[in-house]
């Protein structure tokens, strides 16, 4: 497959994640993981990474504390979103929250939204957060990124082209999922705070 080596993020090249874990060249994990690895370059202060993800790809943090409802390994929280508690001076989550009350037993549609909300509450004064969700997975998740519901301050959506992500920070566009590998077409990238 040919695929560009670099894309631009506010400015800025990053290259394309190429990783065995996930096929990542492939899916959306390609642009995720580096936005969110240039975007805690300068993070200081205690964070949270909701969902274990950036550890898969050998990104260590020693800032940062790490709940993941499912995933079973060392250092990791095994706790429902609305259980977490406190403040944290930035949060990451890629591509979790389409997950939260969703494809899970206790099934709420609107418990993305939800978990969106309590992650900003949870977010100290001056605080930041990042969030990754790939459209096509959650349909009340999406209708609410698409309507503006979540109050991103910065928001760009990142459309699969053959071989490379196209980044549009101007509008919402949703896309369906790749029939042949049900990888997404589309992700949205939400930042609050400074």
Known sequence: MNHDEFFE???????YLDHP????????????????????????GWGLELGNVLAHYD?????????????????????????????????????????VRWDEPNENPLGAIQAASHLISCLADGGSMIVTVPFAQNPYLDGAI?????????????LWQPGR??????????????????????VWIGEWGP
Do not use: M
């Not at 993020?9 to 290259?15: I, K, M, P, S, V």
């Not at 874990?21 to 200081?44: C, F, G, M």
């Not at 260590?60 to 406190?86: K, Q, T, Y």
């Not at 919402?172 to 042949?180: F, K, S, T």
């Open 9 to 15: 993020w506010h400015g800025t090249d990053l290259a």
């Open 21 to 44: 874990y996930n096929t990542t060249l492939l899916n959306e994990r390609s642009i995720e993981v580096p936005i969110v690895q240039a975007w805690l370059h300068d993070k200081r």
């Open 59 to 99: 990104h260590e943090i020693d800032n940062r504390r790490v709940v993941d409802r499912w995933e079973d390994a060392e250092g990791i929280e095994n706790l429902d979103v609305f259980d977490i508690e406190g403040t944290y001076d930035w949060i990451v989550a890629i591509s979790t929250i389409e997950h």
């Open 146 to 158: 698409l309507a503006g519901g979540l109050g991103a301050e910065r928001e760009t959506t990142a």
């Open 165 to 186: 992500w196209q980044f549009n920070h101007d509008q919402r566009i949703w896309a369906p999922l790749r029939d042949e590998n049900r990888w997404p077409n589309a």
